[in-house]
């Protein structure tokens, strides 16, 4: 039992050292161990192990730094002690320099010393509350309490998040856009159970209203436009609730080999507004113009016919866009990587700017449903500020949309989630509608 015990213990001293094997060891004068007993355990021997974890991890070194302190110890000795556990149990010796506590990345403000930058604790926690603290009073008094709990600065606080970032660039957000543009709108395309009677006063425009193919196609059949249908229901009630956008939403027919029933059915509506002295109302299609495409954009390098492919689809779809008054492309997240979604917004927003006509994206607070996983849920709150800023410089006015539950159906409205705390806070900097201490929502 005694000896399957060392050779176990024998066995895990040779894996803590083995990741610095491809160091030389360094160049110790002999140390004099006394009569200290040689073995693979007890204390001096943790220190052993203590040593090799802090070749590659700040906090394991300054514990072992200050543990040599405690004991009295120097480098030298524990060298020479894991030189003599290894002659006579066959470990692998020490090797690697004096385990150092400071960063080894310069971009490290000094402020940290040698804090281990982690995407978890209580200081990574703290850089996320000091971020929502600026769209949350709430947040802000939590972030201030646990700050001064904690004994450290905003400073401090700054450079860890600052430090995260260039360690987890995933985590990194854009800068804010530079300046707020007139008449700029953040426009109210979410439906949710149990939503607050008005959004005054919250940053939101009116809500655009969305034709689903469910008001579009009462009957059965969903294969032919109803014109009688779009003539005596849809218009007389698009003219009785007044909207200034009108989102048509018909995702089943190909765009490019069915385009006529599209042109049909944009057609009528806009006719029937407008014999009635309607000229306010302005129509377009959801995702249509340009064509949605994830994968063109993202892998035009590797992929080069499907991004030509998809620039030729883009060209035939002119003939629809002369018939709208608004382009509404899709920017729905489909992907965790949020350079790729950013490559992905740039382009499509490039190409429906092709059409000559004002450019209102939508955009989803949740990971797209067609997501193995993820489907559904809420996306972090800075891949949300992401999007936002992304979108803001590129565009005439921002589109929300939303929401749905996992399984299905409208999720239940929670004004305490973190996207749409954001979502006031970014109206109230860039948009031309006010966020006020009467927002409700």
Known sequence: MVRLRGAAVAAAAMLACALLAAAPAPAHAAVDLGNVVIQPSGWRYNLVIMRAAGQTNTYKAEQYLSYLTKYNLTDEWVVAYAAAVA???????????????????????????????????????????????????????????????????DAYVDAYAKAVAAKFP???????????????????????????????????????RILYDTELFPGNSKEMPDVAHLQNKIVPTLLKENKQYVVIDIEHWDPILEMDKLITVVRTLKQGVRAAGNTRMKFGFYMLLPIRDFLAPTKKASQPERWERWMAQNEQMRRLAAEVDVVFP?????????????????????????????????????????????????MPVNYWELQLNTIYPLSDGIAIWGSVKKGGGWDAWDGSRDWWA??????????????TSACKA
């Open 87 to 153: 002659a006579q149990y066959g470990t692998a010796p020490a090797s690697g320099p004096t385990p150092s506590p400071l960063p080894s990345d310069p971009s490290i403000d000094p402020i940290l010393g040698n804090t281990e930058i982690l995407k978890s604790g209580w200081r990574y926690q703290l850089t996320v509350l000091k971020e929502q603290g600026k769209y949350s009073a709430a947040k802000q008094a939590e972030y201030e309490y646990y700050r001064d709990r904690n004994n450290v600065t």
């Open 170 to 208: 995933e985590d990194a957000v854009t800068a804010p856009p530079p300046e707020k543009k007139a008449a700029f709108k953040i426009f109210r395309g979410f439906r949710y159970t149990g939503m607050p009677s008005s959004f005054a006063y919250c940053g939101m425009s009116e809500y655009m």
């Open 330 to 378: 899709s920017l729905y997240t489909v992907s965790e990587n949020r350079a790729d979604w950013v490559t992905f917004a740039n382009a499509n927003i490039a190409e429906a700017r092709k059409y000559g006509k004002p450019v209102i994206p939508f955009i989803w607070p949740q990971y797209h449903d067609t997501m193995l996983g993820l489907g559904t849920t809420y």
């Open 422 to 435: 954001f979502a006031k806070n970014f109206s109230s900097r860039y948009s031309s509608v006010a966020v």
